[in-house]
């Protein structure tokens, strides 16, 4: 009954002018994306749309301009070039919005091009690693591409489609891709163990990937009865599953589970939740919902900066004026947890850049944008300490981060910020 094309043929479908959203992080299907670009001298003024994907985005070379333009909703490594060369812009939304920006047409969609697993016997498909905004842009999308891969681990929750609901489908063979880590550095360690004492028995925990996560789960080995409620998770966490470190048990919502809306790392994490009815996958506007969040009791949010300005402003999606990534679901779970019964939210980041620049600072630099806002901030780490902003003044904030900031800019920070108030 249903009959698979090449990618070639798949991509047909798309025609100039068309909105096309393409399935984020691991799951972004890179046979239909090498497709749909191998058309660049037929089409013309396409959008291709996005979170962050892993993988090559042929689409984004600047000499493509007059045939894509990418929109990103949260800007990775493989576009960022697109909006300084013009062939790219980026769209601020909180990750838990992203669907309603189809389901209310804000952003019609053309084409979504999807990567799953093959139907199991009763035709169901899974989205595997990435679900986000996917299945809203699925049930928006005109038509629906999907890769469909052996490879692609069928993981439980919310993104099982039915093969009915795909308009063409291309079969492929093909690793998902892997995101290796190198081990924490002796300031990763540092700040790991800070924010691990912040942690208690029966937390529910958000962390991104990256080395001070990873850091954080290092320490947690003698810890119990955690729950994982995160937009993602990578392989830090299945040790401590395996431990019974993590077991969900006392989480407020979808108890005895460990949600997430996407996942990277390596094939030992694709391998572990293929099949494993421990982990939930489900849409980006419910795992991200400030008020599913907070019904976690004990609800640990752990993200970082790019800096931090010493009253407590959080820029997390630029360099100054350069955009670099996006505000994603950092105010969400901010939020969620500080609402949340014993909640803490936790900004982590080195006192200092690679190249030896403060990251803690007296005011942020022009344009920078403010992901986390003054009135939100908790708890900002850095390698030199833990400052507790939460209730306290202006001037006691700046006490507070001048002494978590590098030794070196102690001093000008404080100095710089009170010459320039008064």
């Not at 291309?170 to 163990?193: K, S």
């Not at 990937?209 to 409620?229: T, W, Y």
């Not at 030199?384 to 209730?391: F, I």
Request: proline share 5%.
């Amino acid at each position: 009954m249903y009959k698979s094309v090449t990618a070639a043929q798949a991509v047909k479908i798309i025609k100039s002018n068309n909105r096309v959203y393409v399935q984020a992080a691991a799951a972004a299907p890179q046979e239909l994306v090498n497709a749909m670009s191998a058309r660049h001298e037929e089409l013309r003024n396409v959008e291709v749309c996005h979170l962050h994907t892993e993988g090559s985005a042929p689409y984004a070379d600047p000499k493509y301009r007059d045939s894509f333009h990418v929109n990103s909703f949260f800007i990775g490594k493989n576009v960022r070039h697109t909006l300084k060369a013009g062939n790219g812009s980026y769209t601020p939304v909180f990750l838990s919005e992203v669907p309603q920006l189809f389901n209310r047409n804000i952003l019609p969609i053309d084409v979504a091009l999807i990567h799953v697993s093959p139907p199991d016997k009763h035709g169901y498909c899974s989205l595997g690693v990435s679900v986000e905004a996917t299945l809203a842009a699925i049930k928006n999308a005109t038509h629906v591409i999907a890769q469909i891969n052996p490879q692609m681990p069928r993981v439980h929750g919310e993104g099982i489609i039915h093969v009915s609901e795909l308009d063409t489908f291309v079969e492929v063979n093909t690793a998902i891709p892997e995101v290796f880590l190198p081990a924490p550095t002796a300031i990763e360690n540092t700040i790991g163990d800070y924010v691990a004492e912040l942690i208690d028995d029966r937390s529910t925990l958000q962390m991104g990937i990256g080395n001070i996560p990873n850091a954080v789960l290092s320490r947690l080995g003698n810890h119990k009865d955690l729950g994982l409620h995160t937009e993602m998770f990578s392989d830090g966490v299945i040790d401590l599953i395996l431990k019974n470190v993590i077991t969900g048990d006392f989480k407020g919502i979808n108890q005895g589970r460990a949600l997430s809306t996407f996942l990277v790392g390596t094939k030992r994490l694709y391998d572990y939740v293929d099949d494993n009815p421990f982990v939930e996958m489900r849409s980006c506007d419910y795992v991200n919902d400030v008020s599913n969040i907070k019904l976690n009791p004990k609800m640990i949010a752990i993200n970082s900066a790019v800096e931090v300005d010493v009253s407590g402003q959080v820029c997390a999606d630029s360099i100054g004026r350069k955009m670099y990534s996006g505000v994603g679901g950092q105010m969400d779970f901010i939020r969620g947890a500080s609402l949340s019964k014993g909640g803490k939210a936790i900004i982590a980041l080195p006192s200092i850049t690679n190249k030896g620049v403060s990251r803690i600072v007296p005011f942020l630099k022009p344009g920078a944008g403010v992901v986390t806002t003054r009135a939100h901030v908790q708890y900002i780490i850095t390698e030199y300490g833990v400052a507790n902003l939460y209730g306290k003044t202006i001037k006691q904030r700046v006490k507070e981060l001048v002494k978590i900031a590098h030794p070196n800019f102690r001093e000008t920070i404080e100095r710089d910020y009170f010459d320039a108030i008064k």
